[in-house]
């Protein structure tokens, strides 16, 4: 049934289950678009050994910005060069923020951004067509963010293009 997605969009939330990670698992070995907002890229960057369990190597965030607010833009992140920076067009962009955990780095993913604290806030898979997890909340601000748009549209070309080379 995977196979008849253009894309799949892991949503923020509180945990995530077996089956999103074997979603993910297949949609990474069958190079499906993927893009992560919070927990999906904590998901996605806890899958660290495919055709494996994926355990949940997260932590809390210790740092003197808060990280968990209801506010439109609560800081700035700096995108390192990457799929996400050449989407943003930007070496900064200012987002908001509503997580309380974030994530270790490792080998299986490319830290696309962070947070003047150090907090990794974006990241991606550079050999895949498009796996991107994001930290923050864009779906949130998308009718005011130009960056939200950017990224969602870039999102949604890219499983646009997917379905018309079948």
């Keep these: 049934m995977i196979d008849l997605c253009d894309g799949i969009l ?25 893009l992560g907002i919070c927990l999906g890229m904590q998901m996605i960057a806890c899958a660290s050994s495919f055709y494996k369990t994926c355990s949940d190597n997260t932590k809390l965030i210790c740092s003197t910005i808060n990280h968990k607010q209801d506010k439109t833009y609560v800081h700035d992140i700096y995108l390192n060069e990457s799929k996400l920076q050449s989407i943003l067009k930007q070496e900064k962009i200012l987002v908001n923020s509503r997580h309380k955990s974030c994530v270790n780095n490792n080998s299986s993913f490319v830290v696309s951004a962070k947070s003047i604290d150090g907090i990794i806030e974006a990241i991606e898979i550079p050999d895949k067509t498009f796996i991107i997890g994001v930290q923050w909340h864009p779906e949130s601000v998308y009718d005011t963010d130009i960056y939200s748009q950017l990224l969602f549209q870039k999102f949604i070309s890219v499983c646009y293009k997917k379905t018309t080379n079948i």
Aim: aromatic share 28%.
């Design 10 to 34: 892991f949503p923020g939330g509180s945990e995530w289950y077996g089956f999103d990670q074997r979603i993910y698992q297949y949609a990474y070995e069958h190079d499906i678009p993927v």
